[in-house]
């Protein structure tokens, strides 16, 4: 069974990250979207909270399993029995950090391999960050985000 | 009248961001150079010291207002009544990020437009943060700043 | 009056440069979508039949004009009393080719401004050598060039 | 069964290429390594002695199959019963080519995959068009090319 | 005498750096490696320990003598009599800050000349910041900093 | 004795050419400027001519000699005792193919050491190719190349 991982913060789930779990369900029995748990950046939502976005974006995706780590992503992977890593890439500096991750990967364990899929052009250029920075100023988010989490991140937002 | 806004931090301003504004300001009927106030980063000077120092180097311009603003860049632009966003693009990082907000403006309104003047390439590689960092080491800035604002940078990153 | 030229081998037009047109014509009073005579590279369709494809394309924009033009961009600009180049910028290498022509243009005449308008991201990755590689393999390119001219391009490659 | 096409002009197969096949192969049940026929560019090799050097370098990978083909890749894609297009990344300016073919790739079909792989880092830098240029200067290519192909290589520039 | 500086933050030295201390060492009587002080960003080593790491893993290399500085890079070469910088590139966004400050420091004194020297494809998407992350989350960073510091990341780390 | 030798097709010399020469001839002892006699590309200049031009351009340049070489670069500076090769870097894409050749170099002869010298901001975007371009159709091409060879250019394109 071939079983990929798909790493991230997620804070939140955008359209373009919908767009790489949709198009990675048809290549692999099954889809691990995980949820880093040591990234040091200041995050909008806890780490349980992205889970229950990203499981309520999911809902009708049976290949899709939401879970969340910490420590290596190797180890990760071992533990899952995963043997491929899957990333989106939007855009060249994007492109740079991820063949730096890939490289050290590979290093630590070769027969775990990494695969880039492209982002939906019209996702290009969207972030998390972008939507954070364009609901904390009261723009509108729809097309952004899962339609599902929208009020959630205003709501999140407006806590803060 | 076409009225265009050219947005940014301008902590402080620099010869590339006048060469910019003086070139926009023979394209357009007005030039509204404003200082955005939601910026997290951690200022040189205060919101209204900035304007103060760009009304100062722009004083022979009349096609040129200074303002400042808080909210949604979008917003702002109907509020002025202007249709124009005026960006100066020096380097591929900045293509990026520039790309992503204007694609995200462009889907808050698609009657703003967005262009992009080509940074003179003298300023090519210049950006606020070089001028405080070599300014603040006791360097000379001379020629990369206006000329009426330089002994106010040395001040200020003395009172620090 | 602002006028804007829009320079190009649109060998054919695309649905990128459409939207180039249609955003920059809602900037300027007239925009000069202009074929340019000299480029080397062999091309698909004749200098008149471009220019007569670009007509069909953009009969129902009042304030656009085609034409063509021969010899240096700076002189046919003064020859129209326009005072603006456009482009449309889709990627890294446009990026660094545009900025070359964009300096040397303005060494020629630095009153001549030159501006960069974003490709809508749907169409950041379409050139015309992509059409003709997907049309002459007999793949579908509605959606990628103008519903007008798509049997124009088929039936030239057939020529061919 | 995941059956991956690996297209490509291979003239000829480099180890950047060797590499990107023996990864590929671990993550598909049959991985189809194509030479495309319809490359506009004067080749070195003809395509059957492509198809030759290719079944040579790979002859002990049970799961890799050479092929050659003509037209869409799309098409090729669908008579081979495959699901995925494979894609080996080296550096910025092939980014931004893959992107646009993949993005084509997408519209011609939506079913279909293009995945990248990152090219090993020892191979960052390394082409087909690089070897031939050392090759036919004189220079050593062993550790750029399988050494089965090596011989091969130098016989048929000096035929040229 | 031909003396060259290569000033950087070294937190902690990887083998990247250890590539360019090497190389550069063949093309000038004398290299100065030489730990920034006046860096912003936390660090993991205080600046006497990358003194320290740097000399333990140069103590082979008699013409590479290891030293820090605080204030402008122009002023240190002045005192220390060298007249080249030295850099190493690994990627793109290296690529854009290296080259502002290399005008900058031209600007500051044109008699200064900056070099780059390509790291080693192995090396090129490694930094001191990947060592520390992989390290402390558990992986193995053999290859990737000089053999005679790893226990010293290690250990600092677990001090944090 | 150190010597550097800075390969080109130089076709013709251009100021931004000339920038590197002036500032390598500081760093060596000799500095030897060798136009490439294998290019495949349509020269507008003779190799023979090309080495007239830039003997003129450096005539009062004592530690620069001109030369021309055919064959491998590597080769050839064992030939002179040379032991750096000079390049300067404009933009991301001479980047790409100069790490290419560089990594192909270094694996050719270890010893021999690439140096990049970032060329002046004023010529970032300045090519033997854009300046036969403007002066073809033209245009002013004064402060772009060598006053002394300015009028061998449109010469040499009159006769074309």
Redesign the interface.
Known sequence: M?IGVYPGSFDPVTNGHMDVIE?SS??FDRVIVSVVR?YSKKPLFTYDERVELLSRATKDMPKVEIDSFE??L??YLHKRNA??IIKG?R???D??YE??????N???DP?I??????T????????SS?VKE?AG????IA??VPESIIRDVYLKLKQK
Chains 1, 2, 3, 4, 5, 6 share one sequence.
């Open positions: 071939k198009r048809r290549m040591n420590g290596l190797i180890d043997n491929v890439l855009a060249i500096s492109f740079e063949f730096q991750m890939a490289l050290i590979r290093k630590l027969e391999e990494t695969i880039f899929l492209m939906n052009s019209q996702y290009s250029f969207l972030s972008a364009v100023l009261g723009g509108c097309g952004l």
